[in-house]
């Protein structure tokens, strides 16, 4: 008999399904009885199943000290008011205000960024391209014509000529303590599409690390889980015990507000964010409920300082990162005890990736066990009472991150790569060593491993069952694990040795079993919250008619600015405003009619200035006459829109069209039209009179994404 879940996907995804479906009907029509013996064979390896499972929040890892002992203080506790203060303020462009030309910082970036500048929600919180960048970018992404979420951050173009005149600054202490490198590529001037792909490191300039561009040599990591770690970043940089040789920790924070408070200094906020809030009365009052004692320190003493500041922003943003799981992917519905939430292949993959390698399977669990499948099996348990300090850093032979190179040449060490958690304990035995990361929401993420290694998580299967290290310093270090090289053990040849089929099944697992919806778009139905902020979030009119008087809009963040970042691109990227290109652009029409006597006008339209045209092409056609409709319209134009702010290529602002005018949104492939680059738009009008030569208009082009 089939099961239910196959039939939907049957019905759903077509014929090529079906024909795979009878090729292999044998072994997907799995039974209920061996979905069952899977579940507790998984138990069994990982030492029941409850070592799997997400608790609710109430449940969720409590903090711990570094030394790994769990904390009572009131410091680290979660309230819900907390977490939706940190969430806000994570996204709040605002606090990017420590901006400073003396080391190099431009001005016109104060306010464009956010921690969400390069952890976002589309991508399982990590930055979905390349590079990363907070201040001194510019995008955040566009939706294409498939409706896939492409993330396009980067260097703002007019930023990079600064870059290649600033000397270093190796005494700029507001922003040593991390690796944060701010550089670019020579190659991205003049051809910002360029800018997603990975470059070689050869182009690089070599300014070093400058406050204009913030950039950080890692990949970004997936921010889901961050409760189940006492260390935090790739090396275990964060909530370490401050005497280590590498740690700053000087609180004796737990891990997510020692990694918070580092990040205010890296991240361009900390010293002069609070001055910032402090003028938002929708903060104030959110900082008051999450933090009442404070609030009523301040009203003593009359000092706004001892309720808006650093510390509360790093505590109440520690908060809401410690509740992002997700909890309700197809896996965990399997192991709640739904025999159909797996499909037959990703019941397979699991079973693979639960199995040991000395037992024939792919035996990722050793590494990737726990609820958010990043700790080794026999790891002290999180969620235990006992003491826990991070013990899952291995050494995978993995190449350097690109902008690495720019490290290299700030320390005058061509040799030199990022050595990981050596860099935190100065132990030999650490060198090259990286913290497992979670199995989590994968699909989609982008970049895997914190060297931006791969950019599928097929190729990262495969690495695994190659077992072969990709760099070969790295590979050649004491350290190289060798659960990795040799997980059959070390008289086996290396790798796993799997067929193709089987590193399709765990990629399956991996993309689909492990990937919450939920987690992007708002369900108001699931347990798990969206990352990003959502309409729950920003409905102040309704949810919170106390911030909306007092001048919290909805839509938008508490300090009235776009959510995440805040340039122009990004506005446009938004929807927020559009840039009058008409000027930039140049089209040729061909007349044509359809077999319904329709007119087809088929423009070909050329950018024909020097610059790229970013975004959606939205095409208004103006001054139709009244009888006459543009059939394959997008919409109609609503005039005093307040959304609709246009500008000119010059920046000057423009009134937007007037209402009533049909367009249509183009979508440009890879969201740009490059200069000398044609795109065909066919407009199809039907009219009252079939006099032809009654038909004018003129053509508005508009760039930016969304309805206008
Ligand atoms: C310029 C891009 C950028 C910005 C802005 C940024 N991050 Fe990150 N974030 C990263 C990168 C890259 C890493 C990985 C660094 C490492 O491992 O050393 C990271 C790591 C983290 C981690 C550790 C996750 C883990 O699993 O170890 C947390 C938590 C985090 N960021 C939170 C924040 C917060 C809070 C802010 C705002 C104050 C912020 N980030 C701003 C790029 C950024
Ligand atoms: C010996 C421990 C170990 C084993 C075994 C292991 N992993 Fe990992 N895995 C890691 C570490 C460590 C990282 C992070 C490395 C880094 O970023 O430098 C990682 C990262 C990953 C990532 C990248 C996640 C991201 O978001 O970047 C994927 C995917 C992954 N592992 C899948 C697997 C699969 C599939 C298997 C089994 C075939 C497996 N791992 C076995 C230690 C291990």
Redesign the pocket.
């Known amino acids: 008999m089939l099961r239910r879940a196959n039939r939907y996907r049957f019905l759903w995804m077509g014929t090529a399904t079906l024909t795979f479906f009878l090729l292999c009907g044998g072994a997907l029509a799995a039974q209920d009885g061996s979905a069952t013996e899977l579940r507790q064979y998984i138990g069994q390896q990982v030492g029941g199943l409850d070592k799997l499972i997400v608790p609710d929040d109430a449940h969720l890892p409590p903090p711990r000290l570094p030394e790994g002992t769990l904390t009572n203080n009131p410091l680290f506790q979660n309230t819900e008011a907390k977490r939706y203060l940190g969430k806000l303020l994570f996204f709040d462009p605002v606090r990017t205000a420590r901006i400073i030309p003396q080391y190099g910082g431009v001005l016109a970036t104060r306010k464009t960024g956010s921690c969400g500048a390069c952890h976002l929600g589309e991508f399982?919180g990590?930055a979905g391209t390349a590079l990363n960048f907070n201040v001194g970018g510019e995008g955040r992404g566009y939706t294409d014509a498939a409706g896939n979420f492409i993330a396009r951050r980067r260097a703002r173009v007019d930023i990079l000529p600064r870059l290649r005149e600033s000397p270093l600054f190796p005494d700029d202490a507001l922003v040593d303590e991390l690796p944060t490198l701010t550089d670019v590529y020579q190659f991205a001037i003049g051809d910002p599409g360029r800018f997603e792909k990975l470059p070689p490191p050869g182009f690089l300039l070599a300014t070093g690390r400058l406050d204009a561009l913030d950039s950080v040599a890692r990949?970004v990591?997936?921010l889901i889980g961050v409760a189940f770690n006492n260390r935090q970043f790739?090396g275990g940089f964060a909530g370490e015990i401050d005497a280590l040789p590498g740690a700053l920790n000087p609180f004796n924070f737990s891990a997510g507000e020692n990694v918070t408070q580092l990040l205010l200094d890296a991240h361009r906020m900390q010293d002069f964010q609070s001055a910032e809030l402090q003028e938002i009365p929708a903060f104030v009052e959110l900082f008051r409920e999450a933090f009442p004692d404070e609030a009523a320190q301040a009203d003593d003493t009359g000092d706004l300082n001892q309720l808006v500041s650093d510390n509360t922003v790093l505590r109440a943003m520690a908060t809401f990162m410690r509740e992002l799981v997700t909890r309700n992917t197809p896996f965990d519905k399997f192991l709640a005890g739904d025999n159909n939430a797996l499909t037959a292949q990703e019941q397979r993959g699991a079973k693979l990736?639960f199995t040991p390698a000395t037992d024939g399977g792919?035996?990722?669990v050793?590494?990737?066990s726990g609820p958010m499948l990043n700790k080794q099996v026999n790891d002290p348990d999180v969620t235990g009472s006992g003491q826990f300090v991070e013990e899952?850093?291995?050494n995978?032979g993995?190449s350097d991150h690109p902008l690495r190179a720019l490290d290299r040449l700030a320390r005058n060490n061509p040799d030199f790569i990022d050595d990981?958690r050596h860099e935190i304990t100065g132990l030999d035995s650490d060198i090259y060593k990286?913290?497992?990361?979670?199995?989590r929401q994968?699909k989609g993420?982008g970049?895997?491993?914190?060297?931006n290694n791969f950019t599928n998580?097929r190729d990262?299967?495969q690495f695994?069952?190659a077992g072969v290290a990709q760099n070969a310093v790295t590979g050649a270090a004491s350290t190289f694990?060798p659960?990795?090289s040799h997980?059959r053990g070390s008289n086996s040849p290396p790798g796993?040795g799997l067929g193709e089929g089987q590193v399709d099944d765990?990629t399956a697992f991996?993309e689909d079993g492990l990937y919450d919806p939920a987690f992007v778009t708002y369900d108001p139905n699931s347990t798990t919250l969206t990352f990003q902020p959502n309409v729950r979030d920003l409905t102040y009119s309704v949810y919170r008619p106390d911030l909306a008087a007092l001048g919290a809009k909805d839509g938008f963040m508490p300090s009235g600015l776009p959510i995440s970042v805040n340039d122009p691109l990004s506005r446009r990227d938004a929807g927020l405003e559009f840039l009058n290109v008409t000027n930039e652009l140049t089209t040729t029409v061909t007349v044509d009619r359809d077999a319904q006597g329709r007119e087809v006008d088929v423009y070909q339209i050329t950018n024909n200035s020097s610059s790229v045209v970013d975004t959606n092409l939205q095409l208004i056609v103006r001054g139709l006459a009244n009888n006459a409709r543009l059939e394959d319209a997008s919409g109609i134009t609503q005039s005093g829109d307040p959304k609709l702010v246009v500008y000119l290529p010059s920046g000057d602002l423009q009134p937007g069209p007037e209402g009533g005018d049909p367009y249509i949104s183009v979508i440009l492939p890879n969201g740009v039209l490059e200069p000398g680059q044609s795109i065909s738009e066919t407009l199809v009008f039907s009219r009252g009179a079939p006099n032809k030569s009654n038909l004018t208009y003129s053509l508005l082009f508009l760039s930016g994404q969304g309805k206008l």
């Open positions: 399982a990590k990949n990591p997936g790739a990736f792919a035996g990722c050793s590494c990737h899952n850093f291995f995978l993995l990981g990286f913290r497992a990361t979670t199995m994968l993420s970049f895997f491993f914190h060297g998580v990262v299967v695994f069952n694990e659960r990795f997980p796993l765990i991996l």
